[in-house]
């Protein structure tokens, strides 16, 4: 499949590839190094649906896991981050942001406590595992740092509870949300989680050995033929209007947590980690802009490759940096950075897209109604 991609071993192939090919799979992107599928057979429009009403099977094994382990692991796990983990316990899922010296942020995963002195961060976008292991080694701490073989597989959208339990037992329905537990599958002990990047609930099972991934995609593409599934993959409206960011486009180093919407996550309190100063700094100044969304009319827009300015009157206040038709609002929706002064819910705004046009809309609070 050509998709403008040159495929090499460069771009890493998951264990699920195969069967996401044999699915239909109509083009990949690609995340930390690895083949994420984008699209199948119908339209993103018809996806999101489908989402939002039945339930669906992910190839998201491009999430990869760094794995903290050792005396000092949960030591370097806080110096990484302005969440105290402090009080979290074995079998909870915490969203962590990971920040460097300046607050930027560096990537934003979802920390697994798998012991007292074992952690993994399962990571958006970027080269965590590099940062982790330059960190470890520059303090001389006690910690190994690796990337195991473990490659998610997501199913999401309102039956996937119903399926997994069928498939692997009523204890599934006890797992609380960003809790993860354990399930048997071909002989092997997995861990499974309730998460996803989706606002429909689901679960993402964490396969620990990648020569097991056909076989786990076929166990459970057969049981949920009675659940209406479908090959999938995060969907863009979806994304948006639940207010689900994406780091590359909404977050870089050149944003912060507080600019996000995610002080909650940046408790005082927590241990001393990189950028608090910096952290602590920009809280008592007071951020200059903060997440919003943004509705905005004109007709179903061009897909988002770079940001659209958001303007009132002849000044820039954002940029649009996701965007998408949403079937359900039938109104454009997206994700923008909003200065201070205009980011009120029903500030009136313009977008400028890149098929020329100036779109009227105005500001959202996230997620979208």
Known sequence: ????????????????TDRAEAAG??????????????????????????LRDHVQIWDVACQRQVEIAG???????????PRDISHARVGDCLYVPVTDERAGMINDPVLLKLAEDRFWLSIADSDLLLYAKGLALGARLAVEVSEPDVSPLAVQGPKAEALLAGLFGDHVRGIGFFKFGWID???????????????????EIYLQGGHLGGALWDAVWEAGQAHDIAPGCPNLIERIEGGLLSYGNEMTRETTPLELGLGRFCLPGAADYLGRAALDRIAAEGVAREIRGVLFDGGPCPACAAPWPVRVGD????????????????????????????WEAGQLVSVHSVDGLTRGGEVSALPFA
């Not at 109104?331 to 200065?339: A, F, H, K, Q, T």
């Open 1 to 16: 499949m050509a998709d403008g991609l040159n495929f090499s071993r460069r771009l890493r192939r998951t264990p699920y």
């Open 25 to 50: 799979v109509r083009g990949f992107s690609v995340v930390n190094h690895m083949l994420l599928p984008k699209a199948y057979a119908g339209s993103v429009e018809e996806d999101y649906w489908h």
């Open 71 to 81: 005396p000092d692991a949960a030591r370097l796990v806080q110096w990484m981050t």
């Open 185 to 203: 599958f071909d002989g092997t002990r997995q861990l499974i989680a309730r998460s996803g990047y989706s606002r429909q609930g689901g679960f």
């Open 315 to 342: 000044r820039q206040v954002g940029q649009v940096t996701s965007a998408a038709w949403s079937p359900r609002l039938k109104r454009n929706v997206g994700l923008s950075l909003i200065d201070r002064g205009f």
